[in-house]
């Protein structure tokens, strides 16, 4: 995809501090860090969303992802490792090829999460959406 920026990533258009790269998968340092040493993990193909990409491709992908949080973990002494993911605009995804953040995190980093969670009206709300999802689940 020539205006994907990942893409050009990829084929070398845009400069990247690489961190790992096969012949399947790429995983270089984010620009813009939430946490210095932040780092992006993406197919070399083209796949919009976590739900396009081939099962064999995402194993791929999810191995570089834990050697990768492993590395942070060794190398920068991160204390944790965040793994974040968005699909689609609506889920916060800002360019439409699947990546997946790699974000080392340190007692006193200063980041936080602003996740407000809810609650379910109740059992049946709950039970209620769940076998929706189960009726959609597919092979």
């Not at 995809?1 to 084929?11: E, N, P, Q, S």
């Not at 620009?31 to 969303?49: C, E, R, T």
């Not at 396009?52 to 999810?62: A, I, Q, S, W």
């Amino acid at each position: 995809m020539k205006d994907c920026v990942f893409c050009r990533i990829v084929a070398g258009e845009i400069p990247s501090v690489r961190l790992h790269e096969d012949n399947d998968v790429l995983a270089f340092l984010d620009i813009a860090p939430i946490v210095k040493g932040h780092a992006l993990v993406i197919p070399k193909a083209h796949h919009p969303l976590l739900t396009d990409v081939p099962v064999e491709t995402l194993h791929r992908v999810m191995e570089v992802v834990q050697r990768l949080a492993a590395a942070q973990r060794r190398g920068l002494k991160a204390d944790g490792i965040n793994i974040h993911q968005c699909n689609g605009a609506a889920a916060g995804q800002v360019v439409p090829h699947l990546h997946f953040h790699v974000i080392p995190r340190f007692v006193n980093d200063g980041h936080h999460w602003n996740w407000r969670a809810t609650r379910y009206a109740d059992d049946a709300e709950m039970r209620s959406l769940a076998d929706r999802i189960c009726r959609a689940w597919s092979p």
